[in-house]
Each structure stands twice: as C-alpha cells, then as structure tokens.
C-alpha cells in the first residue's frame, strides 16, 4: 500500500471481485464494494456494489434522498467533512487502492478525483488565479508553466475565447454557465483522473447546460467522468452508463440505452417512465 495515494493513477485496473458492472466493460476505475454508509444511525446506502469504467460518463439517477450524491462524496472523500457521516462496512477502491486506508493522503485523492458541485462556486479572485490556485499550493510558481496551464485548461473547458482578453478580472464577474466551466477548468488544471459532478447544470438554462452537456462530452476519454442528475434528457444525452438508486439501494446499472429504452428492472422502469420520483 504507498504511504501517498498516487499522483497519477494509471489507465486500467484489474476487478479483483464480481462488482455490479456493465457489460463489455473491461477497465475499472472506481470500484465500490459492499458498501454501507451512515448518517448517524441513519443508513443511506446498503451494500452498494458497482465497477465504474474508466475515461466514460456514468450518471447516477434516481429519487431525491436515494443517496446519489452521498455516494459520488465518497469517491473523493468529502463526506469525512460531515461530523456524523461513517462507512459502517464496505470498501472503495480507486484503481484498486482502498481510498479509506488510514495511509492514503486525502489532499493527494481530491486532486486525483476532481469535483464541481451543483452550484458554481468560483474563487473571488480573477480568472487566472481561479486556474493556477491549486497549481500555486503544489508549489509550482513558474509563470510561463502557469500561463501555459490556464489556456490549457480554459481551452479544455471550451470557455478560453469567451474570456482570454479578461484573464485578470474577477471569475465571478462570467455568467452562471461561465462561472461553472470556469470550475471545470478549475479542476481539469491539476490533472485529475476522475470528475465528479453533483447536478452541474440544475442552476444553468438551457444554452449554458448544452454548453456544459458539450463539454462533458470532449472531456470523456481523457477523464471518468461521474455526474450526479436529476434530468432524464442529460443522462440520455451525456453518459454512456447509468445507475438507478432508490432509498440508498443500487437498483440497476447497466448501458444508458438499455436503461432508458429496457431496462431490467421494475422500479427502474417505473422511475424513468414518470410513476414515481
Ligand atoms: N449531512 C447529512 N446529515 C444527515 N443526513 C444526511 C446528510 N446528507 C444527506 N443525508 C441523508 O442521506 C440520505 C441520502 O441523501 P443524498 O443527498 O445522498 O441523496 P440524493 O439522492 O443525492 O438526493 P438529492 O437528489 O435530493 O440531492 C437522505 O436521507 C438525506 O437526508
């Protein structure tokens, strides 16, 4: 086990159990198993299972409370913010490391599993610095590697024509659909290996999140992408796997196709079809 988690996690990970994965799927990135989590004595996840691809989109749906973004805030271990939130049994895995061994560095994990929230939240700082703060707290201060990373990552975000002739003003001076790419390119910048995404759009209209929809899309292949979404139409749209979750249970995972046109399940059936949720 290394003392740091990996700076730079490698491409494919072995499937060391049978997860609950699509099928045809040969590489793992994110690898939950048996998984149980509480608030409390409250338990909002049961004994999750699931493989999730490498370099895809795999959106997470279901209910409101079904535990979709309790579970995204565990691949990068934000719930151990929250004072009563614990794993009760179970085990993630990022390219087959046990992300909860007591040696992992959690400030090493969240740079490797990048994540925008529902709400966008720049810096009150300008546009550059947006971009070069977590590259300035790894110690790199080298102005033509930070410049060559702003573009990079502005470009990366489909956002640098829009403000590379206002770099130094504020990031919260861009429109709402701006200030969410601009955190993208915020997380894109220190390299990550996975993005996660916690209904990105839900405060956006509709031209913003086609934007950010396209977006998703260019960034798939080079990044895991998971994205947490109350929209049908996104999920149908951005990911190539989708799992349905329903009162902290994993229902169905399989191919975005297959869930949205046959899916196996009844509750998922009835979830996508509008009976419930
Ligand atoms: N910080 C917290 N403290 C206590 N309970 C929490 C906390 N966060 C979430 N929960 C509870 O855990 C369960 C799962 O919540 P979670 O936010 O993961 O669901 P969700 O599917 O993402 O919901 P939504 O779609 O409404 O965002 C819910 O019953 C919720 O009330």
Redesign the pocket.
Known sequence: MPSNFPMKLPDTAPMPHAALAPPEESSTMIEVENLDFY??Q?R?LHEINISIPANKVTAFI?P????????LRCFNRMNDL?D??RIGKGRVRIHGIDIYDPDVDVISLRRQVGMVFQKSNPFPKSIYENITYGLEIQGISDRKRLDEVVEKSLRGAALWDEVKDRLHTSGLGLSGGQQQRLCIARAIAVEPSIILMD?PCSALDPIATSKVEELIQQLKGKYTIVI?T?NMQQAGRCSDNTAF?YL?KLIEFAKTEKIFTNPSQRQTEDYITGRFG
């Open positions: 608030y409390g409250a909002a279901g409101s409370g079904c535990g979709k973004s309790t579970l929250v009563i939130a209904e947490v109350h979750f902290g």
